[in-house]
């Protein structure tokens, strides 16, 4: 009886939606979690875009109707453009960075032999710096766009 109930809270502290809570994350967490969401966005995105771009292959009247209904989500169709400019910075940038360690090997540092009492050492000074300006460049440009975008609705 004991052992199932272990099993059940075993069960219940593993699976996609622990994954998805954020307590005790570390960056490297973070960031995987948010490469996933951006990810899923991009993809959401791309389905609409191939959506878009098949109105414009049915004729004139299908395409003037579709950005009609565009441009009737007003301020909303900013928001979603800037959502996602953010989403396609931060995961083309992290999928950089990602390349560089999982491929090349760049800021990596030295393996180490690891020692009891073992301590989780995923991350390395240089890896977590290169986390930082990552994503204090990606919240410029993505700020940038924000005004780029409130500037074509004459807000700005």
Known sequence: MKMDREKEEKRYKSGLLRSLWPYNFNVERYTYT????????LILYLIAHVFEIYHL???PAAWQQTMALLGSLGIWEKIGLWIIAGSALYHGANGLRLILNEAFGILLGKPVLPE?????TSLSRNQKIAIYVIVLIVEALWIWAGIYLLWGLGII
């Open 116 to 120: 009891y009492p073992y301590t989780p």
């Open 34 to 41: 948010l490469h996933r969401i951006t990810g899923v966005i």
């Open 57 to 59: 292959a049915l004729g």
